[in-house]
Structure formats: C-alpha cells, structure tokens
C-alpha cells in the first residue's frame, strides 16, 4: 500500500474542501445579515443552541419519516454539490474581473532564447548540411521541448492555486462591496458591517499577495526554462559549430528584454483578451472599407 500517496490524496481532498467550505461559508455568513435569524445574527457565529435545536429538529423529522441512510447521503451530496457550485461561480466570475494576469508561455519563452540561435547552426554546416543533420537537430529540438514541458509541469500546481486565489479574491472584492454598498442603502442589514469591511480589506490584501505571488512564480519558471534551455543549446553548440559561431550562438541566446514572465490583461469571452478583441474589429474594418472600395 502506497502509504505516502494516500496521505498527498487526503491532504489534496483536505485542501480541496476546506477551501470551498470557506468561500461558500463566508457567502453564507453576509447573505444572512439581510435575513431575520433572530439570535443566529448575534455574534460573528450563529448560536450553538439555537444550531442545536435545528439539527434535533431535522433528526426527529427524518426518524418519523424513516429518510434511509441513503436519502441523508442525498442531502449531503446536494449540500456539498451546492457549496462547489457557489465556490466554481466566484472562480469563473473571478477570471474576467480585471486585472487579469496572462504568463507567458514555456514555448515563447523557449523560442526566444533559440529561434536565431537555431538558424546560426544549420548556417554554421555551410553546404555540408544534410537531412540527416536536419533530423538531428528536430531531435534536439524536441529535447528541448520535453525540458521545458517538465519545468511547466513542476511550476504548474503551485501557479494554478494562486491563479485560482487570485481569482476568488477579486470576486470576493466585488462581492463585498457590492453587499456593502446595498447595505448602507437600504438599511436592512442585520450584520457587522466591521465585518464587511474587514471581508473586503482581506480580499484586496489576497489579491494583491496572489498577484505579487504569481508574477514571482512565472518569473521563476521563465528563468529555469531559458536558464536549462540556454545551458543545453551551448553544449550541443560546442560540438556542432565552429568557435566563432559559437560565440555568436551564445549572444542570440540571451533572453529578449521585451518578453515579461507575466502581464496584465482585461479578459473578453471569445476574442480572449481586449487587445485581441480591438484588433480583431480593426481588422474586420479594415476588410469591409476593401470591399466597400
């Protein structure tokens, strides 16, 4: 028995809840101040007696009902699917608020520090080129390829829990404010609105941590692809080139100063971002003032 692989399952699963129950607990908590629980809204928790009593109450209807084991496996899972649905809603909500951040890609990333450098070798053999020194360097290509896919792979799990708190957090933003300002309009809420307040200082103090944590992250993956990749396209220019392209092959590998690890963007559904988005209508202008001339 993989003792160890388990124990990453339940830690996974562990995360994997608590991170919905948390969402969905804190969506709970403000909805209930527009709602008259009576002494649940006393305190930053609902009262335990009070909890107590509800629950009883449930037990003695389900034990007059005969509901099976089954049916209360039912009501878990619908309570659990809810939790999920409200938790996946601040997360797709999340992705298109702005600012969104875009990293850049391995594979850019990765032609940047070798497009020129490429063209250098198959100059470097002159007419003694051939196709099996052709394949020889597809080969060494797809090496390259294979590095950096396994440099996304490592950095991929700890940039996607950011990103996705990144993403909660912005929601989290608007929500609040959005429930703060409904609540100093009209009157109704029975809540702390301390608590509004500290719910939307911790969401804008999350995104900001998410968003340096992000741009650390690709900035460290970046440089481990280039700084691999570079590390291998000098070796292998070493027995493949003469030393004065060599030399030149080492300067076309430097890394552009205009690729940054990561950027801001505002996300627009279909087109992917509004720079793609205006381009496109430019584009589409353009095509119909050709047709209308």
Known sequence: MDVEGLLQSVIRFSNFMTSRLLVAG????????FTDVGSASEGFLPNADLLNEIVQNYQNIFDVLGVSDFALLLILFVF??????IYVLFDRVGAYLPPAIIPLSGWEANDDVTLTAFDLLREARGEEHTDEENQRLYEFKKKLREIEETIEQKYAEETEGMATAYRIA????????GVLVVALVSGKYAGDLNILMAIIGLSILTALYTAFGLFRANFERITAIRHDVIVQFLEFSRIWAPQDYQRRIAEACKPSRDLKPAHFAVLVPIFGTLDEMVEE?????ERRARRSA
Request: charged fraction near 15%; proline fraction near 0%.
């Open 26 to 33: 804190v969506v709970f908590y403000v909805a209930s101040g």
């Open 80 to 85: 659990l699917t809810t939790i999920h649905i």
């Open 170 to 177: 912005k929601t989290f933003v608007l929500f609040s404010v």
């Open 281 to 285: 209508i430019r584009r589409w202008r």
